[in-house]
T-cell receptor, first 111, second 114 residues
Framework: EDQVTQSPEALRLQEGESSSLNCSYT??????LFWYRQDPGKGPEFLFT???AGEEKEKERLKATLTKKESFLHITAPKPEDSATYLC????????????FGAGTQVVVTP | GAGVSQSPSNKVTEKGKDVELRCDPI?????LYWYRQSLGQGLEFLIY????????KSGLPSDRFSAERTGGSVSTLTIQRTQQEDSAVYLC????????????FGPGTRLTVL
């Protein structure tokens, strides 16, 4: 059975304090791994798609990496506006494209 | 262009009533997905449309839930005889095609069943 586990559940950072979020997965034939950001009361906002082990993508202070078993979202020198819940999701190759989500990591960045 | 839109943004209903939730996908997106997000459950897949057909309905929790899509665009999720456990945020997403492409989400409809 496909499974996505995110850790930690919650993370409190000081502004400028870099950290990493983990997403470990088991899926039959990974087609893509997706990272989303969700603010309270809003729908998830797309950040990155990773397709194969070794791939990396960057956007501003965020960098996502992928191995065969897990993905990391690195937040470098975070700012308070980076506070959000970060969701990881996988798409299996034998699916019709549905995303299976982890429970998310709630990140709070304090000034 | 415009993103995915959903209506209503909030819906409060009484147990046993039927509700309809609407999703307008991004223009040109042929794939449309419905998900549900409830406290303690995370985001769960409900149904997938490619064009007007639904090849994957595996996430619908019971036969009280149904969905349709018309003209390859607007989709409606209907919940009949609502129960309190149906209370959740219902999210719609669309993408260019199903597999391999990022899905763009709407703001969701918060459903509360009293």
């Amino acid at each position: 059975e496909d499974q996505v586990t995110q850790s930690p559940e919650a993370l409190r950072l000081q502004e400028g304090e870099s950290s990493s979020l983990n997403c470990s997965y088991t899926v039959s034939g990974l087609r893509g791994l997706f990272w989303y950001r969700q603010d309270p009361g809003k729908g998830p906002e797309f950040l990155f798609t990773l397709y194969s082990a070794g791939e990396e993508k960057e956007k501003e202070r965020l960098k996502a990496t992928l191995t065969k078993k897990e993905s990391f979202l690195h937040i470098t020198a975070p700012k308070p506006e980076d506070s959000a819940t970060y969701l990881c999701a996988v798409q299996a190759g034998d699916s019709w494209g549905k995303l299976q989500f982890g429970a998310g990591t709630q990140v709070v960045v304090t000034p | 262009g415009a993103g995915v839109s959903q209506s209503p943004s909030n819906k409060v209903t009484e147990k046993g009533k039927d509700v309809e939730l609407r999703c307008d996908p991004i223009s040109g997106h042929t794939a449309l997905y419905w998900y549900r997000q409830s406290l303690g459950q995370g985001l769960e897949f409900l149904i997938y449309f490619q064009g007007n057909s639904a090849p994957d309905k595996s996430g619908l929790p019971s036969d009280r839930f149904s969905a349709e899509r018309t003209g390859g665009s607007v989709s409606t999720l209907t919940i009949q005889r609502t129960q309190q456990e149906d209370s959740a945020v219902y999210l719609c997403a669309s993408s260019l095609v199903g597999l391999g492409n990022e899905q763009f989400f709407g703001p969701g409809t918060r459903l509360t069943v009293l």
